[in-house]
């Protein structure tokens, strides 16, 4: 799939191109420690352990990485898009060192306005849906 | 006997509760960015003409305080619901941002379980010109303890 690079090349409920984001712990970590949530959470986004005894099924991807999971998924189908706005609902948590995916489909398109609607997926292995969304997203004219 | 949301709706809505400086860290952007799988250079490199903060990063800007002072205590320990940012124009690393929070909405879903109770705490903000760059939405979900 090559990257959409104006509004006229996008078409109504083509899906975008999947991708696995690195769920590994180092990567969480990273991500929890760069936006100051290592501090008072007893590890639950940097260590297994400490998240289990927390009551979690193991070390958790911050919620908000995977809507940065998401919003670059968005990127990679159009480098040239401006995501003006995400929201993005928890409805269970994604585990650190366990593999996801992250889909999205095309659900508007507005070419009037140059802007284009998103349904946006996080899914586990087991192919259950843990984070959802959606995205409105501009695009340069024809 | 069950809170009333219309009550708490006309009591709270749309009143700032904080406000908070921030001077985002350009090193952070990145690694917020590339951790996500990010690889555009206006979020990945710090010398880019373009070089902005992504909406995760935005989303990271939380208030002082997540809800009123003087809110009631409704029941059990809130989850994190979801996050939602609006990009008005580039959040640009360096410069320094004011953060302005409200309650934006209250409202309730009821299921087998109970009633759970939605907070929205919106995070309006703004750029040294007093320009408004983003709002960030922070969804709180609470279960409704019985009375």
Redesign the interface.
């Known amino acids: 799939m090559s990257a959409i690079s104006n509004i006229s090349e996008v078409e109504f409920g083509v899906e975008l191109e999947p ?1 696995e ?2 769920t590994s712990l180092a ?2 970590s ?2 929890a ?5 290592t501090d008072g959470r007893g590890g639950r986004f940097t260590d297994h352990e400490a998240a289990r005894k927390e009551g979690f099924p193991g070390a958790l991807v911050p ?3 995977n ?3 998401l ?3 968005i ?2 189908w159009s ?1 040239v898009a ?9 409805r269970a948590p994604v585990i650190a060192d366990e593999p996801c995916t992250i889909s999205a489909v095309i659900t508007d398109v507005d070419e009037d306005e140059c802007l284009v609607e998103l349904d946006l997926t996080v899914k586990n292995a087991k192919d259950e849906t843990r984070v959802f ?1 959606t995205a409105k997203v501009r695009l340069p004219a024809a | 006997m069950q809170i009333d949301i219309e009550e708490l709706k006309s009591k709270y809505l749309d009143l700032e509760f904080d406000r908070k400086d921030f001077t985002i860290d350009p ?2 952007v990145v ?3 590339k ?6 250079p206006q ?1 990945c490199d710090p010398a880019h003409p373009e070089f902005q903060a ?4 935005i ?2 800007l939380v208030s002082g305080r997540h809800l009123p002072v003087d809110f009631p205590r409704i029941g059990g320990v809130p989850m ?8 008005h124009a580039p959040v640009r690393p360096g410069a320094s941002l004011t953060g302005k929070t409200h309650l934006h909405d209250i409202y309730d879903k009821s299921g087998r379980s109970g009633r759970m109770i939605f907070l929205v705490s919106r995070m309006e903000l703004f750029n040294e010109q007093g320009e408004h760059v983003a709002t960030s ?1 922070s ?1 709180q979900v609470i279960r409704e303890k019985q009375q």
Do not use: N, Q, Y
């Open positions: 991708f984001p690195d990567a969480t990273a991500f420690e760069a936006v100051g949530w919620g908000i990485m809507m940065g999971f919003t670059s998924m990127h990679r480098p401006e995501v003006v706005h995400v929201d993005t609902v928890f969304g | 090193e952070k690694t917020v960015a951790m996500s799988g990010e690889t555009l979020f992504p909406p995760a990063f989303a990271s994190d619901g979801g996050k939602a940012v609006t990009v939405d969804r």
